[in-house]
């Protein structure tokens, strides 16, 4: 088994334990808002009411009690309150610090419950690229080089320069560590997700 395979097939285990957790945990929630989430996250869940924010439009058509805002959802505008705000590994794509807490400000305005969960930047395996430790570089050394030749995206894909440059862009990852996570969402708990005994992601959650 190819290790990105093994790579999905140890993440969809997490997905299926994170999914039981949280339909479990908040049982009680009928209205969710999913900040920078999409359609495909909620296969399988269903809570009576869920408003989509993304800056992404969705042109897709969408289930019954399934709504779309396009927004910024680090300021959403949103007047109305929710049972729960929900966000699954998006708040690591907003690139700098001051736009993360931002986005985990707007998810404690508007939810009653929040649930926001993120990978672990210590954790060695970088999950959006498929690399070893290549997250660790010094900032600005996550070159073309690095993305072409020493992460298994690049080495699939075999990008341009131009395009390695363009991917990297638009991920904008800046990865959180546990403590920066507590930061950001004072007064809640921490969920610990572990592979093979290492912290592997973090979910902030009241």
């Known amino acids: 088994m190819s290790f990105s395979r093994l790579y999905s097939v140890v993440g969809g285990y997490f997905r299926r334990r994170r999914r039981s957790w949280l339909l479990s945990e908040f049982a009680d929630c009928r209205t969710v808002v999913d900040m920078g989430g999409t359609l495909k996250s909620w296969d399988g869940i269903r809570f009576p009411s869920i408003t989509l924010v993304n800056v992404i439009q969705n042109d897709g058509p969408l289930p019954s009690g399934l709504q779309f805002v396009q927004a910024d959802a680090c300021h959403s505008s949103l007047s109305t309150s929710f049972d729960l705000a929900y966000s699954n590994s998006a708040i690591e794509h907003l690139g700098n610090w001051e736009r993360q807490r931002e986005f985990a400000k707007e998810m404690l305005r508007l939810g009653r419950r929040v649930y926001c969960q993120t990978p672990n930047r210590w954790f060695p ?82």
């Open 125 to 206: 395996i970088e999950p959006h690229f498929l690399a070893l430790f290549v997250h660790w570089l010094p900032q600005g050394c996550f070159s073309d080089f690095a993305h072409r030749y020493l992460t298994l995206q690049g080495l699939a894909q075999k990008p341009s320069a131009a395009k390695s440059k363009q991917i990297r862009e638009a991920e904008s990852i800046r990865l959180l560590t546990k403590r920066e996570l507590r930061d950001l969402f004072p007064g809640c708990h921490i969920r610990v997700e572990r592979f093979l005994g290492w912290p592997k992601s973090f979910a902030a959650w009241r």
